[in-house]
């Protein structure tokens, strides 16, 4: 009985730190994605973008900071930022991929398409990022490639 309240207890404050819900699909996502969401909840928006950035070609460019005004907008009009859910990947070639995901808040959603590329060194980096309230500007519109749908 106290192993199993032990395990809810350490399984709730996992869970909790996570700005993502633990049963929803995670589609392998790059662990940059992971680690952006977690400076979002920890540190704010900029640190999201210069983490989601980092290795990449925008690394330490201003137009790192442009999706700020997105960032900013969504929590003005629809509260905190809760979680995400993964929509799907678009693989373009082996080494670029487009992931779809929705950022909830607690009124609303902000799409967000984060497109890859995997580079020798570095790994998965940030190309760009488009962030809108119109799902229909971030999603993958009819007639291209088919999108993956999420998997554990």
């Not at 609303?108 to 962030?131: C, H, I, N, Q």
Request: net charge negative; hydrophobic share 45%.
């Amino acid at each position: 009985m106290i192993v199993c309240v032990c395990a809810f207890v350490l399984a709730s404050l996992v869970s909790a730190q996570d700005p993502h819900p633990a049963d929803a699909p995670r589609h392998d996502l790059p662990p940059v994605i992971f680690t952006g969401f977690h400076a979002f909840r920890d540190k704010g928006a900029i640190e999201a973008l210069r983490e989601w950035a980092k290795g990449g070609p925008i690394e330490g460019k201003p137009d790192v900071l442009i999706p700020i005004g997105s960032l900013r907008q969504a929590a003005d009009k629809f509260g905190a930022f809760k979680d995400f859910d993964v929509l799907g990947m678009q693989e373009i070639s082996p080494r670029v991929r487009n992931y779809y995901l929705v950022l909830n808040y607690e009124r609303g959603p902000l799409f967000a398409k984060f497109a890859m590329y995997r580079s020798e060194d570095a790994g998965w980096v940030l190309l760009g990022l488009t962030l809108d309230f119109d799902s229909a500007k971030v999603l993958p519109q009819p007639g291209t490639p088919a999108l993956a749908s999420p998997v554990d």
